[in-house]
């Protein structure tokens, strides 16, 4: 797949992740969207390394959309837990 799909499949995931996971985040929807891409790579990766399967095989298969917001949701709980961290210390 080119770049242009998994910028496209990202914003998605990214979407998608937010939706599973509702709640305030810092960055607003952009860095959602960018968490999502970067996500998506993730768990491309995260899939041909933990199980041995080429998880990104192309647009429209599962395995491919599967990973790439498993990958989402993983960003977006690292991104809350260090920018949820980082806000309690500015008010203490």
């Avoid at 992740?17 to 993730?42: C, F, H, N, R, S």
């Avoid at 298969?61 to 980082?86: E, F």
Wanted: cysteine-free; glycine content about 18%.
């Amino acid at each position: 797949m080119g770049i242009i799909a998994w910028i496209i499949i990202g914003l998605l995931a990214g979407a998608i992740a937010k939706a599973l996971m509702p709640g305030k985040d810092p960055g607003g929807i952009i860095v959602t969207m960018l968490i999502g891409v970067v996500g998506g790579l993730l768990g491309g990766w995260l899939g041909k390394v933990i199980f041995g399967i080429d998880s990104i095989d192309g647009f429209f298969d599962l395995s491919t959309w599967i990973a790439a917001i498993a990958g989402s949701l993983i960003l977006l709980i690292l991104y809350r837990l260090v920018t949820g961290n980082r806000r309690s210390h500015r008010h203490a």
